[in-house]
């Protein structure tokens, strides 16, 4: 990781109209504190409300990425990585977690790994309530979308 670097978590049925907070919660991270490196997944539609908000901002700073975390390996799951991406990201020592822990383990590495979270949060009793709860405890720095 390069820089200061940030990580997408939220509900793979978030809403459309969490893009325009998206957006301006990526320029506040490139801006103010000088995030180069932003880590997203791609299993829902806040993922993709992610990629779409970075890939929008790189017009105007040049100097960001937008990596694709990988929880899968990628000899045992393949897939297309568009070339909006910069590159992919497999984190160290998932190789012996069970997959159907994969994507909730992954995402953990990066909360820890990361210097920011970008976060939606709408069920309760989530995975992803249950993550970011967890960053609070560490003091991650959590910019919480509505």
Not at 76 to 96: A, L, Q, R, T
């Amino acid at each position: 990781m390069k820089g200061k670097s940030c990580f997408f978590i939220g509900h793979r049925d978030a809403p459309d109209r969490l893009f325009s907070q998206i957006l301006e919660a990526v320029e506040k991270h490139i801006v103010e504190y000088g995030v180069t490196d932003f880590y997203v997944g791609h299993y829902g539609n806040f993922d993709r409300l992610a990629t779409k908000a970075v890939i929008y901002a790189k017009r105007y700073y040049k100097d960001i990425r937008l990596i694709l975390l990988l929880p899968y390996h990628p000899y045992k799951s393949k897939i297309e990585i568009s070339n909006d991406f910069d590159s992919s990201y497999y984190p160290e020592g998932m190789e012996n977690v069970p997959q159907k822990f994969a994507i909730v383990r992954a995402n953990r590495y990066m909360v820890d790994k990361v210097d920011y979270l970008i976060a939606y949060v709408f069920y309760s009793a989530s995975n992803t309530e249950a993550l970011v709860s967890y960053s609070e405890k560490i003091n991650k720095n959590i910019t919480k979308l509505s």
